[in-house]
Each structure stands twice: as C-alpha cells, then as structure tokens.
C-alpha cells in the first residue's frame, strides 16, 4: 500500500527491520540483504545497544542478530529477549551465527519464527528475512518523498516471492499432516512383541555401518546428489540411543552431511514433528541435547528389522 500524507510526504508497506551486531561489516552485510528483499533497517546497532531499542521500539517487522564470537552475557542476553519476544508474536527474527555457537543459541531458541543461520551468504540472509516478513501486517512507512512507488512495489513483491520460495522448499507434508509425528504406523509384518522385533539385538555397530556406506559413497559421487539430512540425522541419533549418548546439536549437524544452515533447519522440522526431543544438558545450560523420540526409535528398530528380514542387511 502506497499513499502520500498532506506534506507531500510517501509511505509504503515495505517490511522494517532492526539490525544488531557487534561487527560493522556484519550489520552493513545485514543491511544489503535487507535492502535486495525490499525491507528497510530502522536502526543497525551494536548488541549493547539492542535491548533499549527494542523496549522502545513501537512496531518492527523482524529482527536481525548478527552475532561472533565474542559477545558475552550481552549477546546471550539479546538472543533470550529476542525469543521471548517472537513467543510473544511481537516480531520475528533472523539470528546469523558461527559454527562456534550453535549449541549456545539452540539452547537459548525454541520458537519456531526465529530461524537460524549458520555462517550465512547475502542471499541466505535475504531469503530468511523474506520468510521471516511475508506475514507481516500491512502498514504505513515513511520514506521519504524521493523514494521511487513503482520500485518499491516491486520490491515489496519480492518479499513474498522469496519468501512463497522458501515455504514450498521447507514443506514437505499437506498441513494437516503436520500436527501428526512422521513415524508411519509399523506395517502388521513386522509388529511383534515388545523386545522381540529382531532375530538378535540391534547394535550401534550395525546402525554406524550403514552410516559409514552412506559416507562411501562420496568418494565417487558428489557428496550434494545423495543429501538426505532426515535419515543421516536418524542413523546418528538411533546409534547414540543404542549406546545412551548424548548429541549435542552441533554433533548433529555435523552428522548430517549438510551446511549447517540446512541442518539446523531440519533439526527443527524434526522435532516440530515429534520425531526429535529436545533435553537439556544438566551440566551446561548453554546447550542442549536432541534425542529420538520413542516413536522414531521404534520405526527405525522396525526398519532395521524388515532390512534383515529381506536379506537387504547381514550385518
């Protein structure tokens, strides 16, 4: 929505974004992916800074956290507020990180309206602030009497596009699919007593060679044509289940084969669908454990199972 005030003055609908970071040149990166999606940066500050603003702010469409290595209770600080706030439903919000810190921020976000980068580029900036604007509420901006309608509109449009993009990448299921776990009910063939779905016991042994197969095969493929996150992740899991470990969620991500960004993404869509649990670690409040849940332990103990059964696994 495009319109003039009596001053001659032009506001738009485009999304309005804070930006915090530490880092100029990470908030000025920040600012370009803003800028490619159509949005505009209300304010980029150092994280010191962020929670005055963000009291103070009356309206904001989304939030983008820059954070490194070395922002300390401040930082952490601003990452709880921020997810407090999107629980609230008062903004979404976009948080880059390095791979240094994923355990610290999982600890720290559990909403589903703040997403997760890890070492992003532009583009993946842009892209996640489009998602994280699309549903915004339309309202007026001011932007000045020199800004270009027609420009802006298209811009604006932009934001949906990426944003409409991203969504049908992410969704993998019909909607009211995703209110049910992503076990399948166990065929009747393989049903059978509680403890007696297997000739002989399933070892972590056996779930990790099947993992160490997976890995052979990038050694003569491209390791991008055979990603399959979900059941890397599951493997990994299944084992540590069988040896009662804990995975930590940068382990996680490393075992999914997958940039980080994308294993983060999937890790959320796993527990949303009650596939993964997330546990907190007793000893360390800055990070947190994913588990299987009881449900995808069964289906992969009943997979492992009808693998054997079929003579596709011996081992």
């Known amino acids: ?30 600012a370009e992916a803003v800028a490619n999606v159509g949005g505009r940066v209300s304010a980029a500050l150092p994280i010191a800074a962020a929670g005055g603003r963000l009291s103070a702010q009356v309206r904001v469409d989304a939030v983008m956290v820059e954070l490194d290595e070395d922002g300390g209770a401040a930082q952490e600080g601003l990452v709880e507020q921020v997810n407090a706030m999107a629980r609230d439903g008062a903004i979404s919000a976009v948080i880059s990180m390095p791979l240094s810190l994923i355990d610290a921020v999982m600890a720290r976000v559990d909403q589903g309206n703040v997403t997760l980068l890890c070492e992003p580029t532009v583009l993946e900036r842009a892209t996640a602030i489009g998602l994280a604007c699309a549903n915004r509420r339309r309202r007026l901006h001011d932007v000045g009497v020199e800004a270009d309608a027609d420009r802006l509109q298209r811009l604006s449009e932009e934001v949906g596009r990426i944003a409409r993009a991203l969504a049908q ?5 019909p909607e009211a699919a995703r209110t049910r776990s992503m076990a399948r009910e166990m065929p009747q063939q393989f049903r059978a007593e509680p403890g007696v779905l297997l000739d002989r016991p399933l070892t972590s042994a056996t779930v990790r060679t099947v993992i160490r197969i997976r890995r ?6 491209a390791d991008t044509l055979f990603a399959d ?20 969620v940068s382990s996680l991500c490393i075992a999914a084969a997958v940039p980080a960004t994308t294993a983060l993404r999937w890790i959320r869509m796993m527990t949303e669908h009650h596939m993964f649990v997330r546990r907190a670690d007793p000893e360390d409040g800055r990070r947190i454990f994913i588990e299987l849940s009881d449900a995808a332990a069964e289906g ?16």
Request: no cysteine; hydrophobic share 50%; proline share 4%.
């Open 169 to 173: 990448l992410s969704e993998t299921q």
């Open 229 to 248: 996150p979900a059941w890397d992740m599951l493997l990994d899991l299944m084992a540590a289940r069988i040896d009662r470990q804990a995975v930590a």
């Open 1 to 30: 929505m495009d319109g003039f005030n009596n001053e001659g003055v032009r506001y738009d609908d485009a999304p309005t974004l804070l930006i915090f970071g530490n880092d100029p040149g990470a908030r000025a990166v920040a």
């Open 300 to 315: 992969m103990t009943a997979f492992f199972a009808a693998a054997r059964r079929t003579g596709a696994l011996s081992v």
């Open 216 to 221: 052979l095969r990038d050694q003569f493929f």
